[in-house]
C-alpha cells in the first residue's frame, strides 16, 4: 500500500470516529460526574477560583470549559449558598440547571476538546504503530482505535477519563522515542507531556515509576545513550555512553531534564502560582493547589472522610476492591477482535522474542493493569482505559502478518488475509452498531448491552446519561407521568419529564422516607429505573427493585433505563399517609387493607404538621408510636393521638418490629371546621415598606381577604397563635412564639418549598424565626389541605417594642421567595401577621 492510500484511509477513520462522537453526544444527558467538573473548570477560566474539591487536578476541567467563554451570560453560581463550600455536587446543580438556562449547548461545547483529544490520541497510535509495524500495522491499530465503543465512549465526555488516557500514552510515546533516539528535541516533549499527565488524574502518578523503569531498562541494553540537539552523538567509550555507567549517566541527565520541565508544565497549568501547601508548608512550592487537591483525594481514599463506594461485580454488591474486577471488566467489555489480536501479537512477540523496540509497549499496560488489581475503585472499565492504547498499538504488530505481500497472497495465505478482513469487519460493527450507546458497549460473551448490566453497572452502562432518551421515549408513548428512579444528576424537568421520583441514589428529590414506592406491590403505571438500582447498588436496602429486578422489562432506553407497565389489582383508588413510618417497613398483610395497589402516599411530621388530602378516596394513616404529636394538632390526628374523625385503628408492627396504628379516615371535615372558627380574628396585611411606624401594619398596610396566595404553589386560609405560648399578650427576650398555618395546595410543582415565620423589630432586624416544611411537597394535588406549626424563639438580646411577624414562601436551592398575588399582581414576597409586644 502506498503512503498515500495509508494517509487518506488513517483520515477517513479519524473523520468517523469524530462524526460518531459529535453525533451521539447529542443525545446524551450529562453523566454523574460532569456537570460538577464542567463547573469547576469555568470557574478556573472566569475566575481564577480552584476551591472547589473533587478529586482531580485542574487541566482538562479547564480545556472542557474554555469553549463556553465564547457563550456570552454563562453564570456562576456565585451567590448561592452552595458556593462557599467546596463539594462540587451542588455547585454543579446550580451552575447547569438554574443561574443558567442552556444546559444542553453548555454540556455540548465542554464535551468538544475531549473530541480532540481523542483524535489526538489516535494519530498518535497510528503514528507509533506505523513506526513498529509499518503502514498496514498502523492502519489496523487505528481501526481498532478509531471505532473501539469505549474510546468512543469517553472520549465524547466532559471527563477526565480519556483525555488522561491520550497524554499518558502519548508521554510513554515520547519517552520511547528518547530512550531509542536520544535526543534533546525528544526529552523536551516527553518533560511537556509528562507535566500534562500529571495535570489530569492523580492515577497518573504510577507512570512516573513505569518512566523510571524504562529508563533504568535503558541503561542495560548494549546500545550507546548520549544526549545530543537532534540524535545520537559521536561513538566513544566512558561518559559518552558507550558503557552502561555511562549510559546511566546520560539518562539520569535526561530523566532530570524531564523532570524539571514536567514540573514547570504543571506549574503553567496552574497559571503559575506560588505559595504554601495549605496547611502542611510553611514555605512557598510552585503550584500548591495541586498538592492540595491531592491530599484532599488523598485523605477521602484512606477512608478519613466519607464512604467507599459501593461496587458491583455479577450479581454481588460490596464495598471496596476485588482483584477479579478489572479483569473481568476487560474481557467482557473489550471488544472480541480487539483481545484475538491482542493475543496473535503475545504469540508473535514470545515466538520471535520480544524485541527492545516493543518493551515500552509492554511494560506500561502490564504494570498499570496489575495495579489496578490492588484498587478499591472498582467503578468502571474507564478506570483500566490507559491500557487500551497499547493494546492497539501491539495488536498492530498483526497487521503485516496477516497482510502479507500481496504478490505472495497463494494458497494458506488467502487463509490470514480472509481472517483479519472478518476481523477488522467485526471491530467496525462492533463500533457502530451499538451507536449512539457507547458507554453501555458489552461484548458478545457478555450477552451484548441487553445482557451487561447483569455483570457490571455503574459507569461501565448507567451513568445517568439517558435522561434525554427517557425524554424521547415518554413523549413518543404519551405518559403523562412516569415514576422514575435516577441515577444521575440531571434534572428530569429540563428535559420537559413529569415524574413521580422514587428511592434513588444520589437521593436529591428528598428523603427515602417520603418515596411512594411499596417495593413487594408497586402502584401501578409507568416506571422507569437505571440499571444500578435494579442491582440495588448504593440504596439503604438493595432489594428496593427486588421486583422489577425478577422480570422482563417493557423496554429500555439506552440499555440503562428500564421500563415497566405495572398493571393495577384490587378495586378504585386508596389514599395513604404516613407519618414517621418508611413505607417499605409496612407488612404486606397491613397495606393488603388498601384493598388495592392503586395508591397515592403522602408523607408528613405529625410532631409539626398535618396533611388533609383532596379527594372522595378512602383514606388511611399509618402512624408510628413514637411520634410526639404537636398540641397545636389537637383534633385533627385519629383517636388514641389527639382526635379526629377517624375510625378506631389497628395496632400493628412494622417489619422492624416498630410499633405503629393504621386507620382509616379523613381530617378534612375537621380542618376546615377549624379554618373557619380561626380565620376571622387571624387579620393578614400587606405591606411592602420595610420600615415600621407605632401603630402598623394596621395604619400602613392593607388588609387582605382570604385566601392569601403565594406563587402558583399554595394558599393561606389562615393562622392561629397558641395561647400556651407567651402568645399575642408579650414575649420575653429567649421566649418561644407557637403558631400554626392552615394551608391550600393551589398547584402542585416540582421545586423544592421551606415556609418562613420571622420576628422584625421596628428596623425591620431579624430578631428570631424558623423556616422549615414538614409534608411532603412533591407529592401534593391540587386542593389537598395542610397545616404547619412553627415554634419562633426570640432572641435573648431583642429589645422592648412592638414585632412584625412576616411569613413567606421560599426555594431553599436557589432562595428565591414565592411572590404574594394581590388583585392580579405579584408586588410582595411576604406577608404580615399580628404584631406581637416584646417586655
Not at 655 to 674: D, I, Y
Amino acid at each position: 500500500m502506498s503512503k498515500g492510500k495509508a494517509t487518506f484511509l488513517a483520515a477517513l477513520l479519524l473523520c468517523t470516529t469524530f462524526g460518531l462522537q459529535v453525533m451521539s453526544a447529542r443525545l446524551k444527558a450529562p453523566t454523574y460526574d460532569e456537570q460538577g467538573y464542567i463547573a469547576r473548570g469555568y470557574a478556573w477560566v472566569k475566575l481564577g477560583d480552584l476551591h472547589i474539591r473533587i478529586g482531580t487536578p485542574i487541566l482538562l476541567n479547564a480545556l472542557n470549559a474554555l469553549p463556553l467563554l465564547a457563550l456570552p451570560g454563562v453564570r456562576l453560581p456565585v451567590d448561592s449558598p452552595s458556593w462557599s463550600a467546596t463539594d462540587f455536587h451542588p455547585i454543579g446543580q446550580q451552575f447547569m440547571w438554574h443561574v443558567n438556562d442552556n444546559a444542553d449547548q453548555i454540556l455540548f461545547l465542554a464535551r468538544v476538546p475531549t473530541m480532540w483529544l481523542t483524535l489526538l490520541l489516535a494519530v498518535f497510535v497510528y503514528r507509533w504503530a506505523r513506526e513498529l509495524f509499518g503502514l498496514w500495522g498502523g492502519l489496523l491499530a487505528l481501526t481498532l482505535c478509531a471505532l473501539d465503543p469505549n474510546i468512543i465512549a469517553h472520549g465524547r465526555l466532559a471527563t477526565t477519563d480519556l483525555g488522561s488516557t491520550a497524554l499518558l500514552f502519548i508521554t510513554i510515546y515520547w519517552t520511547w522515542k528518547l530512550l531509542r533516539f536520544p535526543s534533546w528535541l525528544h526529552a523536551l516533549p516527553t518533560g511537556v507531556f509528562f507535566g500534562l499527565a500529571q495535570a489530569t488524574k492523580f492515577s497518573a502518578l504510577l507512570f512516573g515509576p513505569i518512566v523510571a523503569l524504562l529508563f533504568l531498562w535503558r541503561a542495560f541494553v548494549p546500545l550507546r545513550y548520549t544526549l545530543s540537539l537532534l540524535g545520537p552523538g559521536p561513538p566513544g567509550d566512558g561518559p559518552t555512553g558507550q558503557r552502561w555507567l555511562g549510559r546511566l549517566w546520560w539518562l539520569g541527565v535526561a530523566g532530570a531534564f524531564v523532570v524539571v520541565v514536567a514540573y514547570l508544565t504543571l506549574w503553567a497549568v496552574y497559571g503559575f502560582q506560588v505559595g504554601p501547601i495549605d496547611g502542611v508548608t510553611s514555605f512557598p512550592v510552585l503550584a500548591p493547589a495541586h498538592f492540595e487537591q491531592f491530599l484532599d483525594v488523598s485523605g477521602r481514599l484512606s477512608g478519613k472522610e466519607g464512604r467507599e463506594a459501593q461496587a458491583f461485580l455479577m450479581g454481588q454488591l460490596y464495598v471496596g476492591g476485588r482483584w477479579q474486577y478489572f479483569p473481568m471488566a476487560f474481557a467482557l467489555k473489550t471488544p472480541i477482535p480487539t483481545l484475538i489480536f491482542l493475543a496473535g501479537a503475545l504469540l508473535l512477540s514470545l515466538r520471535r522474542r520480544v524485541g527492545a523496540s516493543t518493551w515500552a509497549l509492554w511494560l506500561p499496560p502490564l504494570v498499570f493493569f496489575a495495579f489496578s488489581l490492588t484498587s478499591r475503585l472498582n467503578l468502571g472499565y474507564r478506570y483500566i482505559l490507559p491500557v487500551l492504547p497499547f493494546v492497539f498499538v501491539l495488536a498492530g504488530r498483526m497487521g503485516p502478518w496477516l497482510a502479507g505481500d500481496p504478490g505472495r497472497l497463494r494458497g494458506g495465505r488467502r487463509t490470514p488475509l480472509a481472517a483479519v478482513c472478518v476481523l477488522v469487519g467485526w471491530s467496525a460493527w462492533s463500533g457502530l452498531a451499538i451507536y449512539p450507546h457507547y458507554l453501555a458497549f458489552f461484548n458478545e460473551w457478555a450477552g451484548g448491552p441487553d445482557d451487561g448490566w447483569r455483570y457490571l453497572v455503574d459507569s461501565n452502562i448507567d451513568w445517568g446519561q439517558d435522561l434525554k432518551g427517557l425524554a424521547r421515549w415518554v413523549d413518543l408513548h404519551g405518559v403523562e407521568q412516569i415514576k422514575l428512579g435516577y441515577l444521575g444528576e440531571a434534572y428530569p424537568s429540563y428535559y420537559g419529564i413529569d415524574f413521580e421520583p422514587l428511592p434513588s441514589w444520589p437521593d436529591r428529590w428528598g428523603h427515602h422516607l417520603y418515596r411512594a414506592l411499596y417495593p413487594p406491590d408497586p402502584a401501578p403505571g409507568y416506571y422507569a429505573i437505571s440499571a444500578n438500582l435494579i442491582q440495588g447498588r448504593n440504596l439503604p436496602d438493595p432489594d428496593t427493585y427486588l421486583w422489577f429486578r425478577q422480570r422482563e422489562p417493557a423496554d429500555k432506553i439506552g440499555y440503562s433505563i428500564f421500563i415497566y407497565n405495572v398493571p393495577a389489582h384490587g378495586t378504585g383508588r386508596a389514599t395513604l399517609f404516613l407519618s414517621g413510618v418508611h413505607l417499605s417497613d409496612v407488612r404486606p398483610q397491613d397495606y393488603a387493607r388498601l384493598g388495592t395497589n392503586d395508591a397515592r402516599v403522602v408523607w408528613f411530621d405529625a410532631g409539626r404538621a398535618v396533611v388533609a388530602p383532596e379527594g372522595s378516596d378512602p383514606v388511611f394513616l399509618i402512624f408510628a408510636d413514637d411520634v410526639p404529636v404537636h398540641p397545636m394538632l389537637d383534633g385533627l390526628l385519629p383517636p388514641g393521638k389527639t382526635g379526629g374523625s377517624f375510625q378506631p385503628c389497628a395496632p400493628s408492627t412494622t417489619r422492624n418490629e416498630r410499633a405503629f396504628r393504621m386507620c382509616e379516615g379523613s381530617p378534612r371535615g375537621p380542618f376546615m371546621a377549624r379554618v373557619e372558627a380561626v380565620a376571622q380574628d387571624a387579620p393578614v396585611w400587606h405591606m411592602p415598606a420595610s420600615q415600621f411606624m407605632p401603630g402598623d401594619p394596621a395604619n400602613h398596610g392593607r388588609r387582605l381577604s382570604y385566601p392569601v396566595r403565594f406563587g402558583d404553589r399554595v394558599e393561606l386560609l389562615a393562622y392561629q397563635v397558641d395561647p400556651r405560648s407567651s402568645g399575642r399578650t408579650a414575649l420575653r427576650p429567649g421566649d418561644t412564639l407557637t403558631l400554626i398555618t392552615y394551608w391550600r395546595v393551589y398547584e402542585p410543582g416540582r421545586d423544592p418549598l421551606k415556609l418562613f415565620v420571622h420576628l422584625l423589630d421596628p428596623d425591620s432586624t431579624y430578631q428570631g424565626g424558623e423556616d422549615r416544611l414538614d409534608v411532603w411537597y412533591e407529592n401534593w394535588q391540587a386542593e389537598d389541605l395542610f397545616a404547619q406549626v412553627q415554634e419562633v424563639t426570640l432572641n435573648t438580646d431583642a429589645a422592648p417594642g412592638e414585632y412584625q411577624v412576616e411569613i413567606g414562601w421560599y426555594n431553599p436551592e436557589t432562595m428565591q421567595r414565592l411572590q404574594v398575588l394581590w388583585d392580579g399582581a405579584a408586588s410582595i414576597d411576604r406577608v404580615l401577621l399580628d404584631p406581637v409586644q416584646v417586655r
